[in-house]
């Protein structure tokens, strides 16, 4: 199974991302946000844990994004290995992931492309034949 791929788009960039299980496609869309910004891989000497919580998985996978975004750009951390979980739970989805990386300046090392940030614009994720996908567009 393809991790994710680029669907045309007129203006930002949209990819549609693909896992057998929620908590694979929410690392194989970190997979994709980081390809596409960067041409590099870290070592794996820091390590960074994020929990998040919010009403719908669509609205969760934002969050996640975004927040990996801010690492990034804020803290400068680029993560190597990714590790997700994603359940539900009472009044709506919970996610925790651990990430080993290391520090990366995209303030002096080139991108591949400037994400600005994932948008919640025509966002959905979609169950079939137990495995899901999602269309996430982001800003460029």
């Known amino acids: 199974m393809k991790?994710?791929?680029f669907i045309e788009h007129?203006?930002?960039l949209r990819l549609r991302i693909y896992g057998r299980t929620l908590p694979e496609l929410f690392c194989h869309?970190?997979?994709a946000l980081f390809e596409t910004l960067v041409d590099h891989s870290p070592a794996g000497s820091i390590q960074k844990n994020v929990s998040l919580d919010s009403n719908s998985p669509e609205n969760l996978l934002i969050d996640w994004l975004n927040e990996l975004l801010s690492s990034f750009y804020a803290e400068q951390f680029l993560p190597r290995d990714i590790d997700v979980r994603v359940g539900p739970q009472e009044g709506g989805y919970a996610l925790t992931a651990c990430l080993r990386g290391d520090s990366y300046?995209?303030?002096?090392?080139?991108l591949k492309t400037?994400?600005?940030a994932a948008t919640y614009h025509q966002?959905?994720?979609e169950a079939d034949d137990g495995n899901f996908s999602a269309e996430i567009i982001f800003d460029v």
């Not at 300046?105 to 080139?110: C, G, M, R, T, V």
């Open 3 to 5: 991790r994710y791929e």
């Open 123 to 125: 966002v959905k994720i």
């Open 29 to 31: 869309a970190a997979i």
């Open 105 to 110: 300046d995209p303030y002096a090392e080139p």
């Open 10 to 12: 007129t203006a930002d």
């Open 114 to 116: 400037e994400v600005k």
